[in-house]
């Protein structure tokens, strides 16, 4: 059975910082391409970065470029995500989510799914 568990969000002011992790079990996570997706209230869930399988790309949002960074640890399982210089708008659930094949940036793509952290940003 295949688990993804985000943990890290939390209430934080506008400039601060956070790190999310995601922790996967019951699949070959060094085959897995891992995104980050987020759905704030009344909106659709929307692509923020992804990583492939070793880590040797990855691709940002936009909106995220310059302030998040993907990255995965093989060895553990897990992939992060390093988020600075918040803004209020990055208020949202934020999901892990992991697909095989090519990389991609549309949540349908994905196999695998995590419940979500909450993140909030105070401005």
């Known amino acids: 059975q295949v688990q993804l568990v985000e943990s890290g969000g939390g209430l934080v002011q506008a400039g601060g910082s956070l790190r999310l992790s995601c922790a996967a079990s019951g699949l070959t996570f060094s085959s897995a391409n891992m995104g980050w997706f987020r759905q704030a209230p009344g909106k659709e869930r929307e692509f923020v970065a992804t990583i492939t399988s070793r880590g040797s790309n990855t691709y940002n949002a936009d909106s995220v470029k310059g302030r998040f960074t993907i990255s995965r640890d093989n060895g553990k399982n897990t992939v992060y995500l390093q988020m600075n210089s918040l803004k209020h708008e990055d208020t949202a659930i934020y999901y892990c989510?992991?697909?095989?094949?090519?990389?991609?940036?549309?949540?349908?793509?994905?196999?695998?799914w995590g419940q979500g952290t909450q993140v909030t940003v105070s401005s």
């Open positions: 989510a992991a697909k095989f094949g090519t990389p991609s940036y549309g949540p349908r793509e994905y196999d695998y």
